[in-house]
């Protein structure tokens, strides 16, 4: 038994395969939301991957200059310093070509709110699972 | 000096050891199911998670998947003997049981002697067919209590990033960008806000490669 701090590399050890790097962006479309009501939608686009492949993802929300590194992204709609809107964007892989993203957003507050269509960018980094040819 | 970028693997740069790999199922509405891990440290935690025993369609760990109607709710943290899982989801869309692959990493205040995890007579265990990311930087630091703490890799380019945050003993992979707790990258830095803990410490690895 070694010490795997000890090495660079030791093919003791499994590593990760990354087997490709997509990049792309959508447009979010904009909405207006009674009170109590939400939108929520689907989006799905060309991600091809080995099957069960792990998928590292980052995203962009416009207007903000960093990538947060997470699948779940929270969004909060901001009116007067009052949060009036709560919603998500979710990242998944929904099968060996496809990952879906899912955008909601719901209404807290007493009047309709509204937001503009807004672009995300995406950037995923797909890796080939150890133990699985 | 070259670039890193263009080399698939190299013996200059650190690549990733998988130190543990654990596969299974945890039937629905079943909370920190203990799992033991065999180490003799906590490790750094992450994987995917699926109803399909196949992984066609899965999830990132921990997964929070609410927005299709299925509820999918898949955590897993660990400790210095176990891995913890749980899984909820609607009682009517949700599977009845969900799939885990998990793997770990050895955290950078940690000099152990691990069991090999690469014993497959008949399968790669490198395959210059693929990129083997190679680490920039790894460590751990203290995540300052309603502040952002900034990791500066200045490499004017947006790289892969990897962040475990720990707490009490207990190391969480991030995969949620939270209403205050995220962690961010640019060309320059690594940013971690931490809203909510005022003792965290968050584990991060940064590579060379490219997001």
Same mark, same amino acid.
Request: proline share 8%; aromatic share 10%.
């Given at each position: 038994m070694t010490r795997p701090s000890d090495f660079t590399l030791n093919s003791d050890y499994l590593s990760i395969a990354q087997t490709g790097r997509h990049s792309f962006s959508f447009l979010v479309t904009g909405a207006t939301i009674q009170p109590g009501e939400y939108v929520d939608h689907i989006y799905t686009f060309t991600v091809p991957a080995v099957a069960g492949a792990i998928d590292r993802v980052m995203v962009q929300v416009e207007g903000d200059n960093k990538y947060y590194i997470n699948y779940y992204q929270y969004l909060s709609l901001v009116s007067n310093n009052v949060e009036v809107g709560v919603g998500y964007i979710n990242i998944y892989r929904s099968g060996p070509n496809t990952i879906k993203i899912l955008h909601y957003m719901s209404n807290v507050s007493a009047g309709p709110i509204s937001y503009d269509s807004f672009t995300v960018n995406v950037k995923i980094t797909s890796f080939k699972p150890p133990n699985v040819l | 000096m070259a670039d890193p970028r263009d080399f698939l693997l190299n013996t200059d740069y650190e690549m990733d050891k998988i130190i543990l790999f654990k596969t299974g199922d945890i039937p629905r @509405?079943? !909370? @920190?199911v203990a799992v033991p891990h065999g180490l003799s440290f906590t490790p750094l935690i992450f994987g995917i998670c699926s109803g399909d025993p196949n992984f066609a369609e899965n999830f990132s760990? +921990?997964? @929070?998947?609410?927005? &299709?109607?299925?509820d999918i709710q898949f955590y897993a943290w660990a400790d210095e003997t176990n891995i913890y899982l749980s899984y909820t989801g &609607?009682? #009517? $869309?949700? +599977?009845n049981k969900f799939y885990y692959r998990i793997y770990g990493f050895e955290p950078t205040n940690v000099k152990a002697h691990v069991a090999s $995890?690469?014993? /497959?007579?008949?399968?790669?265990? !490198?395959?210059? @067919?693929y990129n083997y990311c190679k680490l920039k930087s790894a460590g751990i630091v203290d995540a300052t209590y309603y502040a952002t703490t900034t990791i500066p890799h200045n490499l004017n380019y947006l790289p892969q990033v990897m962040a475990w945050y720990d707490l009490a003993g207990g190391i969480n992979p991030y995969a949620e960008s939270g209403r205050m707790d995220n962690i961010s990258v640019d060309e320059q830095n690594v940013y971690i806000y931490n /809203? #909510? /803990? +005022?003792d965290l410490k968050v584990h991060y690895r940064i590579y060379y490669d490219e997001a």
């Open positions: - | @509405d079943a !909370l @920190d760990i +921990p997964c @929070d998947n609410i927005g &299709n109607s299925r &609607n009682q #009517s $869309t949700s +599977p $995890t690469s014993n /497959y007579a008949n399968n790669f265990i !490198l395959n210059t @067919d /809203y #909510s /803990y +005022p």
